[in-house]
């Protein structure tokens, strides 16, 4: 609806129809924006952009400028620096055969850039290694020269990083300092920045590097907290107590390590008095040398129980218990004096210094635990190991009191225990041997209970040797071999002179646990024979030497010698060996099929029709 013509002509007075309208002033604001975009000028297009609605005249020009300011500060603080990023990938791609590789970068602001190769030199090379310009070989600078300074500011130039599939770390921030939140605690941090890049399509997850590239950042904390004699651990959002030293430092970077070294000592000089501050020095060293990981674990418990330093070997047993007798550790807390007399019982004055090696220690503590009460009986023990074997590793004390039992009492085991550390065995072969032996034991128990071992047979190694073959025995029936007793092949077994071993008797096997004894002494499977031999397929001659000890194991079958093997399934060779051969075969009227006799092929006394020997078959296996 139209206004009245009154209304519509009227006009403020002193202002006419050609008149223009005053220039708006302008603000501020404006002046400030337009200040940062000529700082930023000479960036990437990609620049900060700030929303025109959140814009406000409710601050000052002075208050506007120090908040921009902090902003940017925020901004690098939390992004990090914006880095030029880029890569060199094999192009398979069958859409473009005749791409032999691909440049990808990513500039400051986000975009993403890809430059073909078809052909280059440097692609023939390895391009290895990730980082800065100066960080690269002959081939990765050619490459960059070419193909990514030309799309680069020289600002850009100097930061660009070279990244490959593996994280490649480029910023490292550490810090040891008070917690800014919490009063009276100290902490030690690691800020890492990480760049990788990867190739596979996020929907199908294909190895596709000439169609997609994503280039990641990934910002770690590690902190290192001490809250009163705590040490706490918090990393990949757990938080563990590491005051003891139970944890793997595997996982640390050294910076972490040498933060969580600084906070210890500042504990120590807290809580330790100035001997216990002078023994820890002594055995760790400068407080300033870094500790390597072996060592960080022990010199973190020692701060904790510097008493542990006079048996240092106590701090590594405790610290490699199993979780059950750590817990029950944990709940009492015992001192070193207490623990050690827990462990070992009671031990002469002059064991003490032995106990600083964790395997004497373990030895000690196994002795006890196996009902070996007497303090000299365990010294004894103890000087006969120590110094006949260096220090080693070994695992947890073990039981041992079925062998003191076995033995006739504790004199006995130790005198039989110190006599296998002369040997050379030591602690972490012994507690092996030992339980391979118990389980053995058991067995043998269960099938024959009033089984006992001579005299002679009760040293650890000897008892593990004749339990096994005993053991062997009983699960395999023992079955008699016919071929043993059959009159019709009674010209197998004779009676020879032999230049070396006196009078071997060749006999045939008679029983299965015949051959395995033959197979435990000559070192080879004919125990495996044992089926073939019941049925009647070969017969089995074992010559023996005037003790019993078996020399030789023949393999017959019909009137031919198929294998004539000695210890660990050699053949004849010597010319005692061939003579001693040469009777038997003679004797027994057999001939030679097999390559343990080839030198007596040619031997004039054999007749040339007797001897055949066969060419090799996959199946023909020797003993």
């Known amino acids: 609806m139209r206004r009245p013509l009154s209304?519509?002509?009227?006009?403020?007075?002193?202002?006419?129809?050609?008149?223009?309208?005053a220039p708006k002033p302008q603000h501020e604001l404006d002046v400030l924006y337009?200040?940062?975009?000529?700082?930023?000028?000479?960036?990437?297009?990609?620049?900060?952009?700030?929303?025109?609605?959140?814009?406000?005249?409710?601050?000052?020009?002075?208050?506007?400028?120090?908040?921009?300011?902090?902003?940017?500060?925020?901004?690098?603080?939390?992004?990090?620096?914006?880095?030029?990023?880029w890569t060199v990938l094999d192009a398979c791609s069958p859409s473009e055969p005749e791409w032999e590789g691909v440049v990808w970068i990513r500039h400051a602001s986000g975009l993403k850039e890809?430059?073909?190769?078809?052909?280059?030199?440097?692609?023939?090379a390895a391009v290895p290694g990730t980082g800065q310009l100066a960080d690269l070989n002959e081939a990765g600078t050619a490459i960059f020269e070419q193909f990514v300074r030309p799309r680069l500011t020289p600002e850009q130039v100097r930061s660009a990083l070279k990244v490959g599939y593996g994280r490649t770390c480029v910023h490292r921030m550490t810090a040891l300092r008070d917690h800014p939140f919490t009063p009276g605690v100290r902490e030690f941090y690691e800020l890492r920045t990480e760049y990788s890049v990867s190739a596979l399509t996020p929907r199908t997850g294909q190895h596709a590097p000439a169609k997609y590239c994503r280039f990641t950042c990934t910002q770690t904390t590690t902190r290192v907290q001490r809250r009163g004699r705590d040490l706490l651990l918090i990393q990949g959002g757990q938080v563990r107590n590491v005051k003891?030293?139970?944890?793997?430092?595997?996982?640390?970077?050294?910076?972490?390590?040498?933060?969580?070294?600084?906070?210890?000592?500042?504990?120590a000089r807290e809580t330790c008095c100035a001997g216990e501050l002078a023994q820890l020095r002594e055995a760790f060293a400068p407080e300033d040398q870094p500790r390597t990981t072996e060592r960080l674990g022990p010199?973190?418990?020692?701060?904790?129980?510097?008493?542990y330093l006079n048996v240092p070997a106590l701090i590594e047993h405790v610290q490699l218990s199993a979780r059950r007798e750590y817990r029950a550790w944990l709940r009492r807390r015992p001192g070193a004096t207490t623990l050690l007399r827990e462990l070992c019982g009671s031990l002469p004055r002059g064991v003490r210094p032995l106990l600083a090696r964790l395997?004497?220690?373990?030895?000690?503590?196994?002795?006890?635990?196996?009902?070996?009460?007497?303090?000299?009986?365990?010294?004894?023990?103890?000087?006969?190991?120590?110094?006949?074997l260096r220090e080693h590793r070994c695992g947890p004390p073990f039981d041992a009191r079925w062998y003191v039992e076995l033995a006739g009492g504790e004199q006995q085991a130790a005198r039989r225990l110190i006599r296998t550390f002369r040997e050379g065995h030591a602690v972490s072969g012994l507690a092996l041997l030992l339980g391979d032996t118990e389980r053995l034991w058991q067995d043998v128990q269960a099938a024959q209970p009033g089984y006992r071992p001579?005299?002679?047979?009760?040293?650890?190694?000897?008892?593990?040797?004749?339990?096994?073959?005993?053991?062997?025995?009983?699960?395999?029936?023992?079955?008699?071999?016919?071929?043993?007793?059959?009159?019709?092949?009674s010209h197998l077994d004779a009676d020879l002179p032999h230049a070396a071993r006196g009078t071997l008797h060749f006999r045939r096997a008679r029983e299965t646990h015949d051959l395995i004894h033959v197979s435990e002494t000559l070192h080879n499977c004919v125990s495996s024979y044992a089926g073939a031999a019941i049925r009647g397929e070969v017969v089995i001659v074992v010559a023996r030497d005037g003790r019993g000890t078996p020399v030789y194991c023949l393999e017959v079958r019909g009137r031919a010698v198929h294998q004539f093997k000695r210890d660990r399934n050699q053949g004849l060779r010597d010319q005692t060996d061939l003579a001693a051969a040469f009777g038997y075969l003679g004797q027994a009227c057999l001939s030679i099929r097999t390559h343990d006799l080839a030198p007596l092929c040619h031997h004039p006394g054999l007749p040339q029709e007797a001897v055949s020997i066969p060419e090799p078959e996959p199946d023909d296996l020797p003993f």
């Open 7 to 21: 209304v519509q002509g009227r006009r403020k007075p002193g202002m006419s129809e050609q008149a223009t309208p």
């Open 34 to 85: 337009a200040r940062l975009a000529e700082r930023n000028a000479h960036l990437f297009p990609g620049r900060l952009q700030v929303p025109r609605a959140a814009r406000t005249c409710v601050k000052g020009p002075a208050a506007l400028e120090r908040e921009i300011q902090a902003f940017e500060r925020f901004r690098r603080r939390h992004e990090g620096r914006r880095r030029v990023l």
């Open 114 to 124: 890809r430059v073909p190769i078809r052909q280059h030199p440097a692609l023939q």
């Open 244 to 267: 003891y030293g139970r944890f793997d430092p595997a996982g640390l970077t050294p910076e972490v390590c040498r933060g969580l070294q600084a906070l210890a000592w500042e504990l």
């Open 299 to 307: 010199f973190l418990f020692a701060v904790q129980h510097p008493d």
């Open 359 to 388: 395997d004497v220690l373990t030895l000690a503590a196994s002795l006890h635990r196996s009902g070996m009460r007497s303090p000299d009986l365990k010294a004894q023990v103890l000087n006969a190991y120590a110094p006949a």
């Open 454 to 489: 001579g005299r002679d047979q009760l040293d650890p190694l000897a008892l593990h040797d004749h339990l096994a073959r005993l053991h062997t025995r009983i699960r395999t029936e023992n079955r008699p071999i016919p071929s043993g007793t059959d009159g019709r092949l």
